[in-house]
């Protein structure tokens, strides 16, 4: 099965920075079927990106996705006052489903 | 709008059964999947298991086979989610999210709060 490692594990910037996450699989991800989740505390998770580099419905462009094979990073390029929360990456192509552990990006 | 709806928050003694329900609403229910994921207090994502809203087939995380069942109702587009033999590491939020396929959980449910306590 694939594991997925997030790092950093915190990310500490300020309103207007951009922010860089990262997730690295332990194997490849079949078909670049790797997602992107933002979470607030109390909601449920929001899908931002899906087949590595697509952005979901109402997701604005300043959220970006890249990456393929082990090596997968989302980049916010200008954080908003909203942004500031807890992202995880997902893997779906294969069975057993994946997520990594997460990265928190608070405020500076 | 397109929206999946949870039974409320349950408490259960240790060695019992709970049944979360995952209403949907707003698409076709039988053109998509549903998956289970869970988080444990502080915790991260964790994925249980993904049913077929088309024809019932099931897949199971490893971790979990044996007690859990999920099963569909399409007269009412709804989703349940069986766990069976609660411990108390069983205690967590447990969210339902319509699968997608290759384009991966794309609508989730509020969550139901599952406390395993005796």
């Known amino acids: 099965e694939i594991v997925l490692t997030q790092s950093p594990g915190t990310l500490s910037l300020s309103p207007g920075e951009r922010a860089t996450l990262s997730c690295r699989a332990s194997?490849?991800?079949?078909?670049?079927?790797l997602a992107w989740y933002q979470q607030k505390p109390g909601q449920a998770p929001r899908l931002l990106i899906y087949?590595?580099?697509s952005r979901a419905t109402g997701i604005p462009d300043r959220f970006s996705g890249s990456g393929s094979g082990t090596d997968f990073t989302l980049t916010i390029s200008r954080l908003e006052p909203e942004d500031f929360a807890v992202y995880y990456c997902?893997?779906?192509?294969?069975?057993?489903?994946?997520f990594g552990q997460g990265t928190k990006v608070e405020i500076k | 709008q397109v929206q999946l709806v949870q039974s409320g928050a349950e408490v259960k003694k240790p060695g019992a059964s709970v049944k979360v329900s995952c209403k949907a609403s707003?698409?076709?229910?039988?053109?998509?999947?549903i998956s289970w994921v869970r988080q444990a207090p502080g915790q991260g994502l964790e994925w249980m298991g993904w049913?077929?809203?088309?024809?019932?087939?099931?897949n199971y995380a490893q971790k979990l086979q044996g007690r859990v069942t999920m099963t569909t109702d399409t007269s009412t587009s709804t989703a349940y989610m069986e766990l069976r033999s609660l411990r108390s590491d069983d205690t967590a939020v447990y969210y339902c999210?319509?699968?997608?396929?290759?384009?991966?959980?794309?609508?989730w449910g509020q969550g139901t709060m599952v406390t395993v306590s005796s």
């Open positions: 707003g698409y076709t229910f039988t053109s998509y999947g």
């Open positions: 049913i077929s809203a088309y024809n019932g087939n099931t």
């Open positions: 997902q893997q779906y192509g294969s069975s057993p489903v994946a």
């Open positions: 999210a319509r699968d997608q396929s290759e384009d991966a959980f794309d609508i």
């Open positions: 087949g590595a580099s």
């Open positions: 194997q490849s991800v079949s078909s670049s079927y």
